[in-house]
T-cell receptor, first 114, second 113 residues
């Protein structure tokens, strides 16, 4: 099964509202990364948060990490129609031969209505 | 920098044919990753290289798949013979160091008829 599981699978909001997506994982990690994918396009990196960090910001994006609960959240504030995309969390598992390998979740499809 | 470059962007072929996908990583990046994305299985890591050496190919589906990195600026993923179930989007990504941000190319959309 996937290391990262996003919730919800789909999210539909109005422009200007905030969007929150969650990611849960199973094993210890070195870092967790969030990516965006527009329909038919490649993945764009948003934020990397390391296991010893609890929160990071980038523009309208805020990512939190709770390693005790093995979960992360991505908050997009004041959403815009251009934020419509699929959002993936990816975990870099700690230890062993998994070092550097990212395991992606199934993604959250975000639709922002103008 | 031009980012990760992949070619071709689209490939349509018939079952049994050989398919070669190409990738040029970002200059200076020591790590190169090949992923496959399908609706059913999502995004899966196939293989990754460090300094042109394959480190982990446990994600390669079967012997029909092979990947090479003859130098720091070029990698290929080959499928021979191709099958309809290989239809997917194949992404190449590179990173400066292990456990750092991976930069993805635009992908190659492969359709095997």
């Amino acid at each position: 099964s996937q290391q990262g599981e996003e919730d919800p699978q789909a999210l539909s909001i109005q422009e200007g509202e905030n969007a929150t997506m969650n990611c849960s994982y199973k094993t210890s990690i070195n870092n967790l990364q969030w990516y965006r994918q527009n329909s038919g396009r490649g993945l764009v990196h948003l934020i990397l948060i390391r296991s010893n960090e609890r929160e990071k910001h980038s523009g309208r994006l805020r990512v939190t990490l709770d390693t005790s609960k093995k979960s992360s959240s991505l908050l997009i504030t004041a959403s815009r129609a251009a934020d419509t995309a699929s959002y993936f969390c990816a975990t870099d598992k700690a230890g062993g031969t998994s070092y550097g390998k990212l395991t992606f979740g199934q993604g959250t499809i975000l639709t922002v209505h103008p | 920098d031009a980012g990760v470059i992949q070619s071709p962007r689209h490939e349509v072929t018939e079952m049994g044919q050989e398919v070669t996908l190409r990738c040029k990583p970002i200059s200076g990046h020591d790590y190169l990753f090949w992923y496959r994305q399908t609706m059913m299985r999502g995004l899966e890591l196939l293989i990754y290289f460090n300094n042109n050496v394959p480190i982990d190919d446990s994600g390669m589906p079967e012997d029909r798949f092979s990947a090479k990195m003859p130098n720091a600026s070029f990698s290929t993923l080959k499928i021979q013979p191709s099958e309809p179930r290989d239809s997917a989007v194949y992404f190449c990504a590179s990173s400066f160091s292990v456990s750092e941000t991976q930069y993805f190319g635009p992908g190659t959309r492969l359709l095997v008829l």
